[in-house]
Structures are given as structure tokens and as C-alpha cells.
């Protein structure tokens, strides 16, 4: 099987083989197979977040297709009123537990709508988008991990959680067999935190809104930039957002244009940490929606530049030299190196 059926970029070279997981047992099953044999192996869940060479998979790719949510029971001692902690098997789609939620009044993931890709996935990206992360509602993850063999529960405190990274992202081997998330049963969302979003609900920022007015909002505006996969959207042939928002210190913020998008992380250190906006950068570097390198069936999204499609028929190489030549322009124009975001296999940029 070629990888360019797994993921949604749809690039991607031969799979020496492929197993699928259909339970938590039969991931860790499989998991632990590759590990015995000593043979490379790759977890791919969605897809979403994955560019694969042109020469594919010399192992064994495992499909995480585990799916299922359920309710925990919590004691009431020391938990706050109306909380609920759902349990998630790693293969169960993103997008289902945020609809699942929001049909059962449970408030908390509604602004991470329509990010494509598989539960398990989420924790290691620390997903996030419109103001709300993976990190304010995770409670914990069981992982498989690779040092010790074991089975066991890792705290989100123990997971090192930041801006799209975690300990797992960093290096901790293992695999995420399911997810638990900390709710709150609520017909209302979390106080909106994002601009956008509040102008489009017509609610003042930090506000809250009824759970699916919230959810339907975050469609649209995802929809409205080719970030909801549609068979009949060419643009959301993609990976999301290719390159994360670079974090700088301010003294070379200071340095940027004036009407460079920015923002402060933490005000009350000594010397703060600035957010850029990685879609401002690549625009004012003199990068295009619709731009595409001569020949190459690799593009930015038509609707925004943050996502690098395949237009059709593109390779795996063809979508890395267009990010090679955005984070080239990027560097030359404004001295910030941009990080790609997708997990880049048997390629390098």
C-alpha cells in the first residue's frame, strides 16, 4: 500500500507492509511485534500530519483504527461541580469527539472543530486553534512506552505540554493507546478567546456562547480557509497549517515591521517571549496564495498560506522544495526561520 492513501496530502511511496489495530489490545499488540522484531514502524492514524517520501516506508506501518468514547465514572471528593472525564481511543477521529461533546453539552474542546487526525494524535501535537489547546482539558494519556514495555498513565502535567510540542514530540518513544479529557458539562462554551471568532458569534471577547453556535462558527471559518477536508474543496488536499507560529524573544520582535502581527506570552517575565504570525511572514516575504514553483503541482492554498497543497498528481519532494523556498524567503526577508508542523519521514527540508 502507498502512503499517498493514508494521508492527506496524499504523498508517499510504498509501505514495506501494513498492520491494522482495530481495538487498544491490538495496537499494543502490534506495537510491540515491530519492537521484537526490531523493525521501523510508523503509527499513522488520520493522516493529517504526515509528509512521507517519494520512496515510502521501509517497515511496518501500523493503523491505529481503535475507536470509541465513554464516560468515566469520578468520585465527587475534591472534583469540581459538572466536571465529566471522557475516555478516547486513540484511533476515534478528532473531529467525532468534538461533535460528540457538543451533542452532549460538554464544554471545553468546541473551538478545535475540524482539525482533522486521530485522538491519540492530538496530545503529542498539543492541537490547538481559536484560543483553546489540547492542554486546558486533557487530564491524561495511556501510553505503551518503549523504554519500559509498559503499559501505564501519564498525567498531562507529566507531558510537558507547550505550543505544539510535548514530550512525546520531543523524543519520548511510545505510543498513545487512548486519551482522557476533563469536561465541563455546560450548554455554553468556554469563554471565547479568539477575536475572530467572538466578531463572528457577535459576542465580546472572553464571553461565552451557546456550544454549537461556537462549534458551527469554527467550521465556517476553517471552511473559509481550505482547513476542513472535503472531497470538493482542492485546497484542503493538505497537511493544515504546514509551518507553526515561530516564537521569538522580544528584543528581536523589536526589530520586525510595525504592523507585524505579534504576541506576548507571558508579560511578567524578564524578558518575554513573542508569537509571529507564520502566515504574515510568508505573505510579506512576497509569497502568494495560489503561488506554485515552475513545473510543480505543489501550491500554497488559494486560501491560505499557511497550507501547502497538492494541486494534483504532486510528489513528496515537490510539496518539500516549496517549503525549502518559503522558509528561504521567510528567513531572507525577516531573519525568522519558520518550523514545519506535518512529521516529515525519510525527507528533510
Keep these: 500500500m502507498r502512503l499517498a492513501e493514508l494521508t492527506t496530502l496524499r504523498v508517499g511511496g510504498e509501505a514495506h507492509s501494513v498492520v491494522e489495530a482495530a481495538s487498544s ?21 488520520g493522516g493529517s500530519n504526515l509528509l512521507v517520501s517519494d ?20 468520585s465527587t471528593t475534591n472534583v469540581e461541580k459538572d466536571v465529566v472525564v471522557l475516555r478516547i481511543q486513540a484511533g476515534e477521529p478528532w473531529d467525532a469527539v468534538v461533535a460528540f461533546a457538543v451533542a452532549n453539552s460538554l464544554s471545553g474542546v ?20 481559536y484560543g483553546q489547546e489540547l492542554a486546558d482539558t486533557l487530564a491524561s494519556i495511556e501510553f505503551l512506552d518503549f523504554q519500559t514495555g509498559e503499559r501505564i498513565n501519564i498525567s498531562a502535567d507529566e507531558l510537558e505540554l507547550g505550543y505544539r510540542t510535548s514530550a512525546m514530540k520531543r523524543g519520548r518513544l511510545g505510543v498513545v493507546l487512548s486519551i482522557d479529557l476533563r ?23 472572553r464571553e461565552r456562547a451557546p456550544l454549537s453556535q461556537v462549534r458551527n462558527a469554527v467550521l465556517s471559518l476553517r471552511k473559509s480557509k481550505g482547513m476542513v477536508l472535503s472531497d470538493d474543496d482542492p485546497d484542503s488536499v493538505s497537511a493544515g497549517s504546514f509551518f507553526t507560529n515561530p516564537i521569538v524573544n522580544e528584543n528581536f520582535a523589536r526589530g520586525l515591521p510595525m504592523d507585524a502581527p505579534r504576541w506576548i506570552l507571558d508579560p511578567d517575565a524578564p524578558e518575554s517571549q513573542v508569537k509571529l504570525s507564520a502566515a504574515w511572514l510568508i505573505e510579506h ?6 503561488f506554485s514553483l515552475p513545473g510543480s503541482a505543489a501550491a500554497i492554498s488559494t486560501k491560505h498560506t499557511l497550507a501547502l497543497v497538492n494541486t494534483g498528481g504532486a510528489t513528496a519532494e515537490q510539496i518539500a522544495e516549496l517549503a525549502r523556498y518559503v522558509h528561504l524567503r521567510v528567513l531572507s526577508e525577516f531573519g525568522v526561520k519558520l518550523q514545519p508542523e506535518p512529521q516529515l519521514i525519510g525527507i528533510d527540508l
Excluded at 489490545?25 to 492514524?45: I, K
Design 183 to 205: 469536561l465541563e458539562h455546560s450548554e455554553l462554551s468556554q469563554p471565547v478567546a479568539y477575536d475572530q471568532l467572538a466578531s463572528l458569534l457577535g459576542v465580546p471577547a
Design 55 to 74: 520512496d515510502g516506508f521501509d517497515g511496518t506501518v501500523i493503523r491505529a483504527l481503535n475507536r470509541g468514547i465513554e464516560r468515566l465514572p469520578i
Design 110 to 129: 468546541e473551538a478545535l472543530s475540524g482539525i482533522p487526525g486521530s485522538a491519540g494524535a492530538a496530545p503529542i501535537q498539543n492541537i490547538g486553534a
Design 25 to 45: 489490545n491490538e495496537l499494543e499488540q502490534h506495537v510491540r511485534d515491530a519492537w521484537a522484531n526490531g523493525d521501523r514502524w510508523l503509527l499513522v492514524g
Design 285 to 290: 516575504a512576497g509569497i502568494r496564495r495560489g
